[in-house]
């Protein structure tokens, strides 16, 4: 592939939390790379051949890092393939992408994994990142070859929607991942308290009349895995919070000092159980949608850093699978377009700074999975979106690059718009294209 032409942006407002920046300046971008990126090389001149690109009244941003997506390729293409996930991915300023090994066959060994890295190469125009699983099959039962996939190139591990009902086994997976310091992402959600559960057990599930998932479902297991994180020192990455009590558990686990972080879906950053409305099947999530009030208090933990990074948890499901009564219906909705935009509704109501925003998912998951990502920094990689943050649009069916179109902001109205994508300094989605493709 040829090098992208070199390409200057001026006079852009430049947020990038792995320096601590936020200025006004222009960005220089040569052979993939960021050559300078900050107030200081304004007025610096450009090199021959480049594009120049008037930033002012814009941001940008470093590409952003999705610690959490689902795919349907191997074996689910009708669902989302590799490539139109990447698609997907650019058109929301995502660059790098974490795939989980809930797939078919599923990623357990190392030729699986390798198959993931190999089409992504030759289809995806973003980087994808393959997760392994922790257990063979995704059954719970046996360990994976963790040191192996590690070996090859896999960066955390994961049963994706499943949780390990044995502690014994999770502590012996802990213990083991440790000694290649591989990172250990866990879904909390006890599949005996679950139940039949299908949405937030509470007052709502009794008056839609659905069976309720109680909030120790996730309680409960998060504690534990939080203790084996810490008797065997293991990096936990506690996947998907939804809970202002599973907040404090990890804030006081944290002030332990376990070295454990979290995520939380940007759904229960913007919904609660109120959106499920009349049976809306695409409001069907694992977890569950919660209260209103457990919904803010997951915005208050992103603020305070107790919640260390937001994903969009893509999960794509075809129109067979939703278009069921409600509690038939297929948990997941996809995410990668939206992840950004319904992420700065939060900035737009002042309820969490702009950089804490951005550092949630850029430079806080790119250092979760130890990419050389998630920042301007002169000499990295040019991984870049640009946004004009003032932007109004309508998430209309028409704009989804997903193959499947199971949203959760269906005909959401946002501000905030990502006008160009880049990836290695080569535009990877264009706003301006948006009519033509």
């Known amino acids: 592939m040829s090098v992208a032409a070199p390409t200057v942006i001026e006079h852009v407002r430049i947020i990038d939390p792995a320096r601590s920046l936020d200025a006004v300046g222009t960005v220089v971008v040569v052979d993939g790379h960021i050559v ?3 107030a200081d090389a304004l007025n610096q001149g450009a090199p021959e051949g480049a594009e120049i690109i008037d930033g002012r009244g814009l941001l940008l941003v470093p590409g952003l890092v999705d610690a959490r997506v689902f795919i349907g390729e191997p074996g689910g293409e009708h669902r989302e393939t590799i490539a139109s996930a990447s698609a997907a991915a650019a058109a929301g300023g995502v660059t790098s992408i974490l795939t989980m090994p809930d797939t078919n066959p599923v990623v357990d060994e190392v030729a699986i994994a390798e198959f993931v890295m190999r ?3 030759d289809t995806a125009v973003v980087n994808v990142f393959p997760a392994a699983a922790l257990t063979r099959g995704l059954k719970g039962k046996e360990m994976s070859e963790i040191g192996l996939l590690a070996g090859a190139g896999v960066r955390a591990f994961t049963d994706g929607r499943h949780t390990i009902a044995d502690p014994v086994l999770l502590r012996r997976i802990m213990t083991y991942a440790r000694d290649f310091d ?3 992402m866990h879904e909390t959600q006890d599949a005996a308290l679950t139940g039949n559960g299908v949405m937030n057990e509470g007052l709502l599930a009794s008056w ?3 069976p309720g998932a109680p909030a120790e479902a996730e309680i409960i297991p998060l504690e534990r895995d939080l203790r084996l994180a810490a008797l065997t020192g293991c990096r936990y990455h506690a996947a998907k919070l939804s809970l202002g009590e599973s907040a404090d558990v990890m804030r006081r686990a944290k002030r332990r000092g376990t ?3 979290a995520g939380v879906s940007i ?3 913007s919904l609660n159980e109120n959106d499920i409305g009349e049976y809306r099947t695409f409001f069907r999530l694992s977890p569950p949608l919660r209260r209103e009030e457990d919904r803010a208090a997951m915005v208050e933990a992103l603020a305070d850093g107790t919640i260390d990074i937001i994903v969009s948890s893509h999960d794509p499901q075809d129109a067979d699978g939703k278009r069921r009564p409600f509690a038939e219906a297929e948990s997941g909705a996809i995410g990668l377009e939206t992840l950004l935009p319904a992420a700065l509704r939060l900035h737009h109501s002042g309820a969490v700074p702009l950089a804490r925003i951005i550092e949630a998912v850029t430079a806080a998951p790119a250092k979760l999975l ?11 990689v040019a991984d870049m979106a640009l946004v004009d943050l003032e932007a109004p649009f309508l998430f209309s069916e028409d704009r989804i690059r997903s193959r499947s179109k199971n949203t959760a902001f269906e005909n959401a109205r946002f501000q905030g718009q990502v006008l160009r994508t880049f990836v290695a300094g080569r535009t990877v989605f264009s706003e301006s294209d948006r009519s033509g493709g």
Do not use: K, Y
């Open 36 to 38: 300078a990126a900050g």
């Open 119 to 121: 089409t992504a190469r």
């Open 182 to 184: 591989a990172l250990v």
């Open 208 to 210: 839609l009349g659905l």
């Open 259 to 261: 070295a454990a972080t």
């Open 267 to 269: 759904n229960h950053l």
């Open 370 to 380: 130890g990419l050389d990502r998630g920042t301007l920094a002169s000499g990295s």
